[in-house]
């Protein structure tokens, strides 16, 4: 004989599975909704963080920029004071140069042979204009500058006959080199 069970145990098998699944697929869903919200969460802060720590490091570099532009000034000024540091460093030792050469240039003219009229200096270039009694005493004046400890060259650019109150007088031009140092 056929049995017929005519209650309905599978069908309650069947919803209860489906139950199951339902309850499965929606805990797993919220699940998923909470890592998302979790993760964009963290996401958001990471983001948060990195801009306050961008604009912290920007203001740092601005600052530090300004104290480049500073030191960049200072360095120029710096440049421009050794500068005329140096430049009075030079004068100052030689400033008593001149007063020097002219002390020993006095004590190298022959009294009462020569007369000094003009001495003009350019650079390293000397040039000495004066009248002598003879060409004597012109060339003793010469080899006076010589010997001298400033002079490195001389040479006689012109000599020539004047005559002044009846007197017979050389005129001449005498260039001189001066040492390095003077």
């Not at 969460?41 to 912290?56: A, H, P, V």
């Not at 920029?65 to 030689?94: G, Q, S, V, Y």
């Not at 400033?150 to 007197?167: H, Q, R």
Request: net charge positive.
């Amino acid at each position: 004989m056929i049995r017929i069970n005519l209650l309905p145990y599978r069908e309650k098998e069947k919803r209860e599975d489906i139950t199951r699944q339902i309850m499965v697929i929606g805990i797993t869903f919220v699940v998923f909704v909470l890592a998302l919200g979790s993760f964009h969460l963290y996401l958001s802060m990471s983001i948060s963080s990195l801009e306050e720590n961008i604009t912290k490091q920007q203001n740092e570099l601005d600052r530090l920029n300004k104290i480049i532009l500073d030191i960049d000034t200072f360095k120029r000024d710096k440049a421009l004071l050794e500068k005329k540091i140096a430049i009075i460093n030079t004068l100052e030792e030689n400033r008593l140069a001149p007063v020097r050469m002219l002390d020993e240039l006095t004590t190298m003219v022959p009294v009462k042979d020569v007369w000094l009229e003009r001495l003009s200096e350019k650079g390293t270039a000397i040039t000495i204009e004066g009248m002598a009694r003879n060409n004597i005493a012109v060339a003793h004046f010469m080899k006076n500058l010589a010997g001298s400890t400033f002079i490195k060259s001389v040479d006689l650019v012109s000599t020539k006959e004047k005559e002044i109150s009846g007197i017979k007088l050389q005129q001449f031009i005498i260039s001189c080199v001066k040492k390095k140092g003077y």
